[in-house]
């Protein structure tokens, strides 16, 4: 799946792996789909640095892995 990621205004297009966890009809709603995925950013091309508290250091690794369950409608 492409699409674009913004994180502290920043956006980048990226690409990330989506397995489809299921689909089914929802009466008066339409089809719902959800999906998963897991993927990896370096949080420092968003411009995501330290905290305040920590002077803006390094204090966790600049690589962070993102775990996502979606679920979207098609009407």
Known sequence: MESDLTIHGVSKRITVPARVIG???MPGMGDFAGFETTFNIDRLEF????????GNTLAVDPMVVLHLIIGGVHE
Do not use: A
């Open 23 to 25: 689909v089914r009809v």
């Open 47 to 54: 411009g995501v640095l330290g905290s305040r508290w920590s």
